[in-house]
Nanobody
């Protein structure tokens, strides 16, 4: 069974920083690309960032480039998203997900709220 357990998130003011982490189990983590997906209220899911299985290549949505950094530790089955310079429009539920792109929901974590508010 694929299990993705997230931590981090919270509420910050514009310009602040947060770090999201996700611990994977139930599959060979180092064999899979990993993504972060977010969903704001009333909107569809957005593919925010992704990292290849070996960590050698990454993807960032244009609006987060230069502010967010994805990383992974295959020895610890962990993928993280460091978010700096947070903006109001970054407010959403954030999910780690197995795969490159937006996979089926069964391959998403439980979600963690990120709220950017002044």
């Amino acid at each position: 069974e694929v299990r993705l357990v997230q931590s981090g998130g919270g509420m910050v003011q514009p310009g602040g920083s947060l770090r999201l982490s996700c611990v994977a189990s139930g599959f060979i983590f180092s064999d899979y690309d990993m993504s972060w997906v977010r969903q704001a209220p009333g909107k569809g899911p957005e593919w925010v960032s992704a990292i290849r299985s070996g960590g050698g290549s990454t993807y960032y949505k244009d609006s987060v480039k230069g502010r967010f950094t994805i990383s992974r530790d295959n020895a610890k089955n962990t993928v993280s998203l460091q978010m700096n310079g947070l903006q109001l429009e970054d407010t959403a539920l954030y999910y780690c997900a197995r795969g490159w792109g937006i996979p089926l929901r069964r391959y998403w974590g439980q979600g963690t709220q990120v709220t950017v508010s002044s």
